[in-house]
């Protein structure tokens, strides 16, 4: 199999290895890919939703799969775009159907699919400038605290918590009026609070069957004790302890199977991943939000502790037989540390050289995220630079080679949390 994969962060890192490591996989492409990627097969210098050129790729090098790591390439249709030419319809795209990705693409659209299936969710309701009034109202009798949440991608800053009414005002004026989040926010959700604990729950599925993956907690804030301000995620870990076999079933009976059924009634189409942002409300699983691809730092968890042939498992979703498949997962724990660049998740300076970065043993990996290869020289390239993930018997031990590590590799800037699991350990 001649693949193309599409991004360029941990996540795709973490992807590239996996399915590099796959008997199946002849040539591996990945566009525009980082600097770990180009270990695992070839980058090429093309955006993830530059359509036309990645069509012209495709045929050029007899890609047979697409695997798009990121939701914007989904969100913006490319799964259509191959299903609807001639030349490319016979090359199977990993992700779903641009209605599918509004799951992830839309919030409005993806609560009202929840309501429609029965999976528990927050209570909401949705603005706009047509209703900006009524908004107002809303929030003025909202109890405390109040979510405002940008209805489109906002890179995962669109979401607003705060315990101030007049705060929240403020920020839904901003959403809408003066279009913080861009066209992300021309549309604002308002959800009721729910308190209790977060986790990550992945399936891959083909829109009728599924099969669940390791699940993973990360952890979104900047500083240690998850204070100040969010990011795209600081690091991750799986297992998750307080999710047992008890819980996941429930996780599985009220929201994996009523929302796989729920596409396959409404014909909408998804072979792919879907991520479950779940929060733990006393025991009770609620959805906080879907995702149309897997999560990044998650990915970073999940790919080295399943112990299947991820190419295997794709295949299977395009011929239909993924019911017949076993998911295989390594017991161990693992624990992701991400090294960021100063500044981050604000104004951030990149170009950083970067030492000590170890080879990859069976216990550890280090997934490049913001980087780029300059000679033999290795440069920092973005916000959230470095994934070290560790694998051991126990969470405590996993974080410790993972912070070890970390503190090991240089490059100037550089920050990183080292109580990434804390609550469990």
Do not use: W
């Not at 489109?152 to 918590?161: D, P, Q, R, S, T």
């Not at 204070?227 to 998750?240: C, F, I, Q, R, W």
């Amino acid at each position: 199999m001649n693949i193309l994969l599409l991004g360029s962060g941990g996540r795709e890192h973490a992807l590239a290895l996996k399915m590099s490591q796959s008997p199946l996989c002849g040539k591996l492409f990945i566009a525009p890919g980082n600097a770990g990627t180009a270990q695992c097969g070839t980058n090429v210098n093309m955006g993830v939703s530059e359509f036309d050129k990645i069509r012209s790729f495709c045929l050029e090098q007899e890609i047979t799969m697409v695997v798009p790591g990121s939701e914007e390439a989904l969100v913006n249709g490319i799964f259509d775009y191959f299903a609807q030419d001639e030349a490319l319809k016979h090359i199977p795209v990993m992700g779903p159907s641009k209605l599918g990705a509004q799951l992830e693409g839309s919030k409005a659209f993806a609560k009202l699919f929840m309501e429609r299936q029965g999976i528990p969710t927050a209570a909401y309701r949705e603005f706009s400038e047509e209703n900006y009034e009524e908004g107002i109202a809303y929030i003025k009798q909202h109890s405390l605290p109040i979510v405002l949440k940008a209805d489109g991608l906002a890179a995962g800053k669109g979401v607003v918590i705060t315990s101030n009414h007049d705060e929240a005002l403020d920020e839904f004026s901003q959403m809408i009026k003066s279009a913080k989040f861009g066209d992300a926010s021309r549309k604002v959700v308002i959800e009721q609070f729910l308190s209790g604990i977060e986790l990550s729950v992945f399936v891959l599925t083909d829109g009728h069957t599924y099969k669940i993956l390791p699940e993973a907690k990360d952890y979104k804030r900047i500083g240690e004790g998850d204070k100040g301000l969010n990011t795209g995620g600081m690091g991750a870990v799986s297992p998750v302890p307080f999710a047992d076999a008890a819980f996941l079933k429930l996780v599985e009976d009220k929201v994996i199977r009523p929302t796989v059924d729920g596409l396959s009634k409404e014909g909408i189409i998804y072979p792919g991943f879907i991520f479950f942002g779940l929060i733990n409300v006393a025991g009770e699983p609620f959805v906080i939000e879907y995702n149309c691809r897997m999560g990044d730092p998650e990915t970073e968890v999940v790919m080295p502790r399943l112990q299947n042939d991820l190419l295997e498992l794709f295949t299977a979703v395009n011929e239909g037989n993924l019911s017949a498949q076993t998911i295989y997962t390594d017991q161990r724990a693992a624990a992701t540390v991400m090294l960021v660049s100063k500044g981050y998740p604000e104004a951030y300076e990149k170009n950083k050289s970067i030492t000590g970065i170890p080879q990859p043993t069976q216990d550890q990996i280090v997934f490049h995220a913001g980087t780029r290869q300059d000679g033999t020289t290795v440069l920092t390239n973005g916000g959230r630079v470095l994934a070290v993930t560790s694998l051991a018997t126990s969470l405590s031990l996993a974080l410790a080679h993972s912070v070890q590590t970390a503190n090991q590799i240089e490059f100037e800037g550089k920050n990183f949390r080292k109580d990434i699991g804390y609550e469990f350990i």
